[in-house]
């Protein structure tokens, strides 16, 4: 069930507080860059503020991120006088979305940066929502890390079991776990995903007890919680910045503002993971370019007739590529026009 994080070797100890979970992708940057002693991992962002943290035992610092595309959980270079980040190392995963803001649709928006674990939260006190679980997978597979759905307010059911099961229909090979962070049921199972000294992001709609999570994961008062409305169970942003969790013993976890709106950005193979169940009965239709609609020998269509595939996971999946299809090509169309002005960003890649 924990994470799997390769360790890294006896001779870095020396060199570096690997308690902050460094990577073997940024331990090798920073060493080509002459192993300079201010490099440590961002633990938060504050309006174009990075707070780093150098080691365990050294005072934090807390600088300028001009010109950085900076994410909480990033491994970065601090210029010799402390002002701003030098650069960013390399990633070993990112959860990324496009930017919520309108004018900047082909924007992207790192959210956390080195996690292992993306636990995706959602509380058994509103519906299953399965739509919004197959945006959030597709994001998670996508991150390079590992996605694990997490059913909260445990305390506040009878009895979660249809809920987890709507879920796992649309999880495949994905853990789903139920968790209360008034009671503490579920919570030291979900602190061993951290094992390893690995790397936990929490992510949720606002009012799914992420906060309170956070406190019994912790085990102390981390995060300030607030009640939800009783009408609909929404709650207000008790998280207003990303920030880096120290979990007792070892591991990490980032705690993220509540995200609205799950907003795709481009797809390697991550609808590909996230509808696995509808791509292996791809696999078995008589033609490659088969639209699942009226064509003959459709393993998909089957399926759907025989109450082995809900038909809305299809339609999902479908809206999903288009969604990204469209979000490429304004990807595009931004990127021929940065390099007619000469002014496109370099990104670091996970």
């Given at each position: 069930m924990a994470a799997t994080v390769a360790p890294i070797a006896d001779?870095?100890?020396?060199?570096?507080?690997?308690r902050l979970g460094w990577t073997h992708a940024a331990l090798a940057r920073w060493r080509?860059?002459?192993?300079?002693?201010?490099?440590?991992?961002?633990?938060?962002?504050?309006?174009?503020?990075?707070?780093v943290m150098v080691s365990m035992d050294e005072p934090l610092l807390r600088m300028r991120n001009i010109g950085a595309d900076v994410a909480v959980g990033d491994f970065v270079v601090v210029t010799d006088d402390g002002e701003k980040v030098q650069e960013v190392l390399p990633r070993r995963s990112a959860f990324v979305r496009r930017a919520s803001f309108e004018g900047n649709r082909a924007e992207?928006?790192?959210?956390?940066?080195?996690?292992?674990?993306?636990?995706?939260?959602?509380?058994?006190?509103?519906?299953?929502?399965q739509r919004r679980l197959e945006r959030e997978l597709v994001l998670a597979w996508d991150s390079g890390a590992r996605p694990v759905v997490v059913l909260t307010k445990t305390?506040?059911?009878?009895?979660?079991?249809?809920?987890?099961?709507?879920?796992?229909?649309?999880?495949p090979?994905?853990?789903?776990?139920?968790?209360?962070?008034?009671?503490?049921?579920?919570?030291?199972?979900?602190?061993?995903?951290?094992?390893?000294?690995a790397t936990i992001a929490l992510l949720g709609a606002s009012g799914v007890g992420k906060s309170t999570l956070l406190n019994s994961l912790v085990g102390h008062q981390r995060q300030v919680t607030a009640v939800v409305r009783e009408g609909d169970q929404r709650g207000r942003h008790t998280t207003t910045a990303s920030e880096l969790v120290r979990l007792p013993g070892n591991g990490w976890l980032i705690?993220?503002?509540?995200?609205?709106?799950?907003?795709?950005?481009?797809?390697?193979?991550?609808?590909?993971?996230?509808?696995?169940?509808?791509?292996?009965?791809?696999?078995?239709?008589?033609?490659?370019?088969?639209?699942h609609e009226q064509e003959p020998e459709c393993a998909v269509s089957a399926a759907i007739e025989a109450g082995a595939?809900?038909?809305?996971?299809?339609?999902?999946?479908?809206?999903?590529?288009?969604?990204?299809?469209?979000?490429?090509?304004?990807?595009?169309?931004?990127?021929?026009?940065?390099?007619?002005?000469?002014?496109?960003?370099?990104?670091?890649?996970?």
């Open positions: 001779d870095a100890v020396n060199e570096r507080d690997l080509e860059l002459g192993a300079p002693h201010a490099a440590g991992r961002v633990s938060r962002l504050d309006r174009g503020w990075s707070t992207a928006h790192t959210i956390a940066a080195n996690i292992d674990v993306v636990m995706l939260l959602h509380a058994l006190t509103s519906p299953p929502n305390d506040l059911v009878d009895d979660p079991g249809p809920a987890v099961a709507s879920l796992q229909d649309v999880a090979g994905v853990d789903v776990r139920v968790a209360s962070g008034i009671t503490g049921e579920g919570v030291e199972a979900l602190r061993q995903y951290a094992d390893g000294n705690d993220t503002p509540g995200v609205r709106a799950v907003s795709l950005w481009s797809s390697g193979r991550g609808i590909e993971r996230a509808f696995a169940d509808v791509f292996e009965l791809m696999d078995h239709c008589r033609f490659r370019d088969c639209k595939l809900d038909p809305k996971r299809l339609e999902s999946m479908k809206r999903l590529v288009a969604e990204e299809a469209v979000l490429e090509e304004e990807q595009r169309a931004q990127e021929k026009a940065q390099d007619r002005r000469g002014v496109r960003k370099v990104r670091p890649k996970p």
